[in-house]
């Protein structure tokens, strides 16, 4: 049998386990230019909550009673294509499920002697590459320049906020909590962390950026990019990655202080990691050979088994995680 | 003697004309290296109610009890500096008042050979050159594109839109009123205007812009730009040149719906003319070929007399002007 995690219903504000539902399905079967892949990394990320409504987004939305979608790393264990073999690892998204059949055009084979099957969800995959773009292609941080990043310590923070580091700019987090603000601090080395649950943001926020905020890199939102508004120089940049903070239903935020954009000519831009595929050689080699000379730390927090994994993605909801977050589903 | 209006106090809430007082002032000197201009046309512009606070903007505020800052277009009739002459037309920036004395450095000869001397406070001043960087380079529109005007039928809207429509785009302008949109329309040849008075400014978008928005030129923000956001095409620019609606005093507004910045990967940016001052020859040649081809129609507002001026910033800042406004200061 093949076990799946089944969008049950749409939230009406806060998504929660109920929404969800385990079933066993029968196993699937390859057909032809088709593989059948064993998952044993499934990947939580905060757009996830998102395809929960019933509101397009950069895509259409999960169906109720369908599979939740997800992007998943496993191993091939029937193929009916030439290129792709038994025993292959692939990076594909099959969804919250034990087993799943792919198209092999439409599965990447990882090469776990360079690193960890599960990175390829990770540091060298799209919260890297997220990172990686939006930092130097959006964001164009130039050196010397304060670079603050919110949800500092999760997936893509983290890695945007090194990368800033290595490029010879000051780098302030923005996290919720001491214990994530220690981590950015000192295990990532950023210049400083804000906590933004200590009630003082807009304050806290001002006095570690001394010299103001030149980019933004924006994975939260909200009250948090209201408070950097006003810290903002002139020709700052704003990434804007993720809106957690407004993810979780309800109404949108009503953003005021827009008028910084206008005196200070800056400049907001979104951005989705889907528009840079044909660069995505040229960041992998580029964090790939910083992770392995060992001057980029990088963090996983993982729950065991598929039946978890709604609470994984609820927990990173509420900024539980420290890194990036994602659900073993096989040995 | 030398008529002025100052700055008399700062508005709480909205601008009225008891914030502004009419002195004689004796006529003032020049000194070595300077020139004594009898102004004859004062400019007057969104820009100047947000002086009269006490916040920083682009430049610090106007100082209670000073002259009321404006560029104005003047006859020289006294120089210390051998490259103005008297009777030299020059374009400074003196202010609300009658005369003024500006450093020689200070001014631009203007040739009224070509134009009438307002209009380098029109078409070919700051308007006209805003319009052009803004629509060109932060707007990047190209030909069947569909733009989007705010106050469109003022001074640097209705540049905007023509420039835009010589382009190839579909234009469709914002204005308050159906006289204004009847003239945006007709006279300035728009394919549509929506009228933002009229209560349905959503709907009405939406049914002006079949094929989404691609460059929204804001110069008035607030609900109008609330009301552009959701409308917004995939990588679709907002230029933020103005926001007239937030300069009334009060609340800063609060927008909601900037998740579709995200979403659609909008770039919306700040822009403030004097960035490009390197290139306002370029900008100027291209508007007066168009113009004089008749292939731009420039329409002025004036108001005639010193002590009519703070009632044509507060007309102005209700949207009662077509096009450029400003006052004649002498015939």
């Given at each position: 049998m093949n076990r799946q995690v089944l969008l049950d219903s749409r939230p009406q504000g806060a998504a929660s386990v109920d929404n969800f539902r385990v079933v066993a399905a029968p196993m699937p079967e390859a057909g032809p230019g088709e593989v059948l892949v064993r998952n044993r990394w499934l990947s939580i990320d905060p757009y996830m909550r998102g395809r929960m409504n019933d509101a397009k987004s950069y895509v259409p939305p999960a169906k109720v009673g369908d599979v939740m979608v997800g992007q998943t790393v496993g191993d091939v264990v029937a193929s009916n294509d030439a290129r792709i073999g038994i025993g292959d690892t692939v990076l594909t998204s099959l969804g919250w499920q034990e087993y799943g059949v792919a198209r092999a055009s439409d599965v990447e084979r990882v090469d776990t002697s360079i690193a960890p099957a599960s990175w390829s969800l990770g540091i060298l995959g799209m919260p890297g590459l997220t990172a990686w773009f939006g930092l130097f292609?959006?964001?164009?941080a130039k050196p010397g320049e304060t670079v603050v990043v919110s949800a500092a310590s999760g997936a893509v923070g983290s890695v945007v906020g090194q990368l800033a580091k290595l490029h010879g700019c000051r780098v302030v987090g923005i996290a919720g909590g001491e214990r994530k603000c220690r981590f950015v601090v000192?295990?990532?080395?950023?210049d400083a962390c804000v906590?933004?649950?200590?009630?003082?943001l807009p304050d806290d926020l001002r006095d570690a950026c001394p010299q103001g905020i030149d980019v933004q890199f924006e994975n939260v939102g909200g009250a948090v990019l209201e408070a950097a508004l006003p810290r903002m120089n002139r020709n700052a940049r704003i990434v804007m990655c993720g809106l957690i903070a407004e993810y979780g239903g309800g109404e949108p935020y009503a953003y005021r202080g827009l008028r910084a954009i206008l005196v200070n000519r800056i400049r907001m831009q979104g951005m989705i990691v889907f528009d840079w595929k044909e660069r995505y050689p040229e960041a992998r080699r580029g964090l790939a050979s910083l992770v392995s000379a060992g001057r980029l730390t990088y963090r996983e927090s993982v729950v065991e088994g598929l039946e978890n994994a709604p609470r994984a993605l609820l927990g990173l909801l509420q900024g539980e995680n420290l890194g990036k977050q994602l659900v073993r589903l096989a040995p």
């Amino acid at each position: 049998m093949n076990r799946q995690v089944l969008l049950d219903s749409r939230p009406q504000g806060a998504a929660s386990v109920d929404n969800f539902r385990v079933v066993a399905a029968p196993m699937p079967e390859a057909g032809p230019g088709e593989v059948l892949v064993r998952n044993r990394w499934l990947s939580i990320d905060p757009y996830m909550r998102g395809r929960m409504n019933d509101a397009k987004s950069y895509v259409p939305p999960a169906k109720v009673g369908d599979v939740m979608v997800g992007q998943t790393v496993g191993d091939v264990v029937a193929s009916n294509d030439a290129r792709i073999g038994i025993g292959d690892t692939v990076l594909t998204s099959l969804g919250w499920q034990e087993y799943g059949v792919a198209r092999a055009s439409d599965v990447e084979r990882v090469d776990t002697s360079i690193a960890p099957a599960s990175w390829s969800l990770g540091i060298l995959g799209m919260p890297g590459l997220t990172a990686w773009f939006g930092l130097f292609d959006v964001g164009a941080a130039k050196p010397g320049e304060t670079v603050v990043v919110s949800a500092a310590s999760g997936a893509v923070g983290s890695v945007v906020g090194q990368l800033a580091k290595l490029h010879g700019c000051r780098v302030v987090g923005i996290a919720g909590g001491e214990r994530k603000c220690r981590f950015v601090v000192d295990e990532l080395g950023f210049d400083a962390c804000v906590d933004h649950k200590a009630g003082r943001l807009p304050d806290d926020l001002r006095d570690a950026c001394p010299q103001g905020i030149d980019v933004q890199f924006e994975n939260v939102g909200g009250a948090v990019l209201e408070a950097a508004l006003p810290r903002m120089n002139r020709n700052a940049r704003i990434v804007m990655c993720g809106l957690i903070a407004e993810y979780g239903g309800g109404e949108p935020y009503a953003y005021r202080g827009l008028r910084a954009i206008l005196v200070n000519r800056i400049r907001m831009q979104g951005m989705i990691v889907f528009d840079w595929k044909e660069r995505y050689p040229e960041a992998r080699r580029g964090l790939a050979s910083l992770v392995s000379a060992g001057r980029l730390t990088y963090r996983e927090s993982v729950v065991e088994g598929l039946e978890n994994a709604p609470r994984a993605l609820l927990g990173l909801l509420q900024g539980e995680n420290l890194g990036k977050q994602l659900v073993r589903l096989a040995p």
